[in-house]
């Protein structure tokens, strides 16, 4: 059975946390399951997310059985966008989520110090203005990934990716994104090397 088409006044909003990429400055580890102060670095933006919305899902595509031990909902690149960086995920989910959903809010699975408000901040101008997309920033720069964007924009990535344009930013001037800023940079540190971790 199909899934049943959301109203275009209805706001509902899914969250992903993207995992999914290689790793390569952490010798290929699983980014996601390296522990950070005694916690699996997702779990402190599942939590985060989990402040602001019931439904979050785990895109990834290395060690999924570890993920759903937790009985955690996830799901991995679809197989024509795996070379896209950080956009495979998001089209991915975009592609998941069109028919059930009217907005997905996404978060690297590196940032551990994020907090809910930033997620609160995203998904309340989401809802002020549900046709843009927004993502943060801070004094030191863009913060791409975090981010909310309304399902609708599916096929104008999907038109994006086949010219085999891969930069977040790249698709956000296109389709005219709209920053947020955020006063604490420090909030967004992310992990990419594993003597981070300590």
């Known amino acids: 059975?199909?899934?049943?088409?959301?109203?275009?006044?209805?706001?509902?909003?899914?969250?992903?946390?993207?995992?999914?990429?290689?790793?390569?400055?952490?010798?290929?580890?699983?980014?996601?399951?390296?522990?950070?102060?005694?916690?699996?670095?997702?779990?402190?933006?599942?939590?985060?997310?989990?402040a602001v919305l019931g439904s979050i899902s785990i895109n990834v595509n290395n060690n999924q059985a570890e993920f759903l031990e937790n009985d955690l909902c996830i799901f991995?690149?679809?197989?024509?966008?795996?070379?896209?960086?950080?956009?495979?995920?998001?089209?991915?989910?975009?592609?998941?989520?069109?028919?059930?959903?009217?907005?997905?809010?996404?978060?690297p699975c590196d940032t551990p110090l994020v907090p809910s408000d930033v997620f609160g901040v995203l998904v309340e101008r989401a809802r002020q203005n549900p046709e843009s997309v927004f993502f943060m920033k801070t004094e030191s720069g863009v913060q791409p990934l975090h981010a909310i964007i309304p399902v609708t924009l599916v096929n104008h990535?999907?038109?994006?990716?086949?010219?085999?344009?891969?930069?977040?930013?790249?698709?956000?001037?296109?389709?005219?994104?709209?920053?947020?800023?955020?006063d604490d940079e420090s909030v967004f540190k992310n992990i990419n090397y594993l003597e981070e971790l300590s």
């Open 1 to 50: 059975m199909s899934s049943p088409k959301i109203e275009q006044t209805e706001f509902q909003c899914v969250g992903v946390v993207l995992a999914g990429g290689q790793a390569l400055r952490m010798e290929g580890k699983n980014k996601a399951l390296q522990e950070y102060k005694g916690r699996h670095l997702y779990a402190y933006v599942l939590d985060a997310m989990s």
């Open 157 to 182: 990535l999907s038109d994006f990716l086949q010219q085999r344009q891969y930069k977040v930013m790249a698709f956000y001037r296109m389709i005219a994104a709209e920053e947020i800023h955020w």
């Open 76 to 107: 991995s690149d679809a197989p024509s966008y795996l070379k896209c960086g950080p956009l495979s995920g998001i089209m991915t989910a975009l592609n998941k989520y069109q028919a059930t959903h009217s907005h997905i809010l996404f978060s």
